[in-house]
C-alpha cells in the first residue's frame, strides 16, 4: 500500500511540473493562482518600469521609460529585420557639433632700423558645424564651413585676407560592407566684397558672385571611418554671377554681354548671362583624422568636368586644415586652399606710364590684354582662442 502510495504521490509531482514549464496552472495550488490587481491586467496593457536592453527589431524608441506588449508588437512589424536595437544607444540618432575659432595679432614699430609697417593687425574667424543622422541603413551627414578675415597695414590699408561660404549635405543608404547609394547637394559663395588690390575701387567678386551650386547623385565608398569617395557620373552643377557688370564681362565661365561693333561705336546685343549651367563628372575624396594625438587633419579634394564645354579641362578644388589642440580652448591651425578652373580668367590690363589701367577713349572700358586661368592658392597660419562643442 505504502509503495502505490509513493508511486501515486511521484506521478502527481511530475504532472505538477510539466504543467508549470508549459504556463498551465490549473492544477496549481489555489493560493497561488490568485493573483493581485497589476497581475490580472491583460497582457496589451501590463507595463513595467525597466525595458529589456534588446528586445527586437526596432528602428526608433524616445524616451521609453514603460512599454506594453502591444506597443512592442507594432514598433517591431515597423522595424527592420536583422537589425536589434539598444534603447541606450539607438533612440539618439543626430550627433552634432563644431568648432568655432577666432585669430587675432597686432604688431606696431617705432623707428625701426630694419624697416616695416608702424601698425598692422590681422584678425580672422573660423566656423565648422556638423549635423549627421544615422538609422540603419540611412545616413545623412551636412556640414557648414565658414571663414573670414581681414588684414590692415598702415602701408596697405584695409585687404580682406580670408572669405568663404561652403555648405555641403549628403543622404547614403547602405547597400554592402562598404558602398552605399548616394545623393549629394554643396553650396559655396563668400560673404564680402572683393577688390582687384592695389586698385580697391574695381570689385571682382561679392556674395553670390561667384556662386557654385550642386547636385549629384552616386555612389559612395567609406572603407574605414575617416576616408571616402563620393562617386557621380551624372551633375548638374550652376554657376552663378549676381551681378550684371561682372556678368557682361564674362566673369567665372557665365556667356558674357554681345555687342555690335559699327565704326568707333557699339551696341549692346544683350547682356551676359548671371547663370551657367554645367552637366559632367564629379568625384570628392575626403580625409579627417587624428594622425598623431591632438593633431587632426581634414583635407578634401574635389574633381569635376563639364561634359558641355571643354569636357578634357578638370576643375580642381582641394581644401586641407590641420589643427593643433593645445590645451581646453588655444587651437593651432595651417589652413590651406587650391583652386584651378578652366571658366575662371584672369584679365592682363593694358597700362598707362603711370601705372594706371589704360581705358578705351571710345567706349570708356578697361583695355584688356589678355584672359588666362591661373592656378589659385591661398594659406592662412593661425594661433587663437577656439571653442568645440
Do not use: C
Not at 49 to 76: D, F, M, W
Not at 144 to 153: H, P, R, V
Amino acid at each position: 500500500m505504502f509503495k502505490w502510495t509513493l508511486i501515486l504521490i511521484l506521478m502527481l509531482s511530475a504532472t505538477l511540473q510539466v504543467k508549470a514549464q508549459t504556463g498551465d496552472t490549473t492544477l496549481a495550488p489555489i493560493a497561488d493562482t490568485v493573483k493581485t490587481p497589476s497581475d490580472q491586467m491583460p497582457d496589451s496593457i501590463r507595463t513595467t518600469k525597466k525595458a529589456p536592453e534588446n528586445y527586437g527589431t526596432i528602428t526608433e524608441i524616445k524616451n521609453l521609460n514603460t512599454y506594453n506588449a502591444a506597443e512592442v508588437l507594432t514598433q517591431l512589424k515597423k522595424g527592420k529585420t536583422g537589425h536589434p536595437i539598444n534603447l541606450a544607444k539607438d533612440s539618439v540618432h543626430w550627433k552634432k557639433g563644431g568648432l568655432f575659432a577666432t585669430n587675432i595679432s597686432q604688431g606696431s614699430l617705432q623707428n625701426w632700423a630694419a624697416g616695416g609697417d608702424n601698425f598692422s593687425l590681422a584678425l580672422g574667424f573660423k566656423g565648422n558645424f556638423f549635423a549627421n543622422y544615422a538609422d540603419g541603413r540611412n545616413s545623412w551627414d551636412n556640414n557648414i564651413d565658414l571663414g573670414f578675415g581681414y588684414l590692415n597695414t598702415s602701408s596697405l590699408g584695409m585687404r580682406k585676407s580670408d572669405d568663404k561660404i561652403n555648405i555641403d549635405s549628403k543622404y547614403g543608404y547602405l547597400f554592402s560592407k562598404h558602398w552605399s547609394y548616394s545623393a549629394m547637394l554643396s553650396f559655396r559663395s563668400q560673404f564680402a566684397n572683393g577688390y582687384l588690390y592695389p586698385d580697391d575701387s574695381t570689385i571682382v567678386s561679392h556674395f553670390l558672385a561667384p556662386a557654385y551650386v550642386l547636385a549629384s547623385i552616386g555612389f559612395n565608398y567609406q572603407p574605414v571611418p575617416y576616408f571616402s569617395i563620393f562617386m557621380s557620373p551624372i551633375t548638374s552643377r550652376f554657376v552663378i554671377v549676381n551681378d550684371q557688370r561682372l556678368a557682361d564681362l564674362g566673369s567665372y565661365g557665365v556667356d558674357s554681354a554681345r555687342y555690335l561693333y559699327h565704326d568707333s561705336t557699339r551696341t549692346l546685343i544683350s547682356h551676359g548671362k548671371k547663370l551657367q549651367y554645367q552637366f559632367g563628372p564629379y568625384v570628392s575624396f575626403q580625409f579627417n583624422k587624428d594622425i598623431v594625438k591632438n593633431i587632426n587633419w581634414n583635407a578634401r579634394l574635389d574633381l569635376y568636368s563639364n561634359y558641355l564645354r571643354d569636357p578634357q579641362n578638370i576643375d580642381i578644388y582641394f581644401t586641407s586644415l590641420f589643427s593643433l589642440k593645445v590645451n581646453k580652448f588655444i587651437t593651432a591651425s595651417l589652413d590651406t586652399e587650391l583652386i584651378y578652373d578652366d571658366d575662371i580668367k584672369f584679365i592682363t590690363y593694358a597700362k598707362n606710364a603711370d601705372g594706371s589701367v589704360k581705358t578705351d577713349p571710345v567706349t570708356g572700358d578697361q583695355v584688356v590684354l589678355k584672359k588666362t586661368a591661373r592656378i589659385q592658392f591661398k594659406e592662412l597660419i593661425g594661433i587663437g582662442f577656439a571653442l568645440q562643442f
